[in-house]
């Protein structure tokens, strides 16, 4: 088992030898994506500080606003082509389609968050996006 140490010449040779098919899969299936054996998540998408399994600092890759964008991204293309294919083959009520691709949109949103959420964290770790750890007077000033 390859443990994660920051700046290690092992760690760096790993993450360049994954393949980014492999980093993005175990990304989208919510695991950890160095190792892919422990979740990644802790609740719906708060993200573990360390993976349990190798050590992987988690919690420092800054995968915060850049999901949120690609998951709407991705809705509104499917909704909106749909919602315009609909509307042009049929005879459907405004009411109609919104009652139909609203709450479609929210299923989708609320599906495909977490999985793009994975993805990113695991396509950040694989380029080497990591925020510096905090030190022992950050962390203490923080309570403060």
Not at 12 to 32: H, I, Q, Y
């Amino acid at each position: 088992m390859t443990m994660w140490t920051v700046g290690s010449s092992a760690q760096s040779r790993l993450r360049r030898r994954l393949p980014w098919l492999t980093t993005l899969g175990r990304g989208l299936a919510m695991r950890c994506p160095f190792c892919g054996k422990s979740p990644a998540f802790d609740g719906y998408l708060h993200v573990r500080p360390i993976c349990p399994g190798c050590g992987t600092p988690l919690g420092r890759v800054p995968c915060d606003d850049a999901p949120p964008y690609i998951t709407l991204l991705v809705v509104l293309h499917v909704v909106v082509t749909g919602a315009v294919l609909t509307e042009r083959a049929s005879t459907m009520s405004s009411t109609m389609l919104l009652a139909i691709f609203l709450p479609l949109t929210a299923v989708l949103t609320l599906l495909l968050l977490r999985p793009i959420k994975g993805a990113t964290l695991g396509i950040l770790l694989k380029v080497g996006i990591v925020r510096p750890a905090l030190s022992v007077s950050e962390t203490n000033g923080a309570d403060a």
